[in-house]
């Protein structure tokens, strides 16, 4: 399992090697919007520190969550980039290879 905030981290850093992979090629395509849907179990922690967290599920795991709700969502984020210095965030540029599979 993972924690949504790991999981967008993740997308975070593949957007981000993709962006500098792109660097002085003649080709960019500019990233979009980023539609994720997933199935998230919310849990919370008791104690003296308690916390909400939000697990992505994998299909079928709903069954491991027995004292957790699950709620199916989406999120629309927008890639934006601001250079080193500037104030400005900026359309985010993005190409790479091709990878086995992909379509």
């Known amino acids: 399992m ?6 967008i981290r ?6 981000t090697t993709a962006l500098t992979d792109g660097d002085g090629r003649m080709l960019r395509f500019e990233a ?3 539609e994720i849907e997933a199935t998230l179990a919310v ?3 008791v104690g003296g520190d308690a916390k909400v967290r939000l697990w ?5 795991a709903n069954g491991k ?4 709700e699950t709620q199916r969502v989406t999120l629309t984020l ?3 980039v601001v250079p ?4 400005r965030a900026e359309t985010a540029m993005i190409t790479g290879d091709e990878v086995d599979g992909e379509r």
Do not use: N, W, Y
């Not at 993740?10 to 957007?15: D, I, K, S």
């Open 84 to 87: 080193p210095g500037g104030r």
């Open 32 to 34: 979009g919007p980023v």
């Open 10 to 15: 993740e997308l975070r850093e593949q957007l």
């Open 56 to 60: 992505v599920v994998d299909a079928g």
């Open 65 to 68: 969550f027995s004292q957790a």
């Open 78 to 80: 927008t890639p934006k």
């Open 43 to 45: 849990t919370r922690e």
């Open 2 to 7: 993972i924690e949504l905030a790991d999981m």
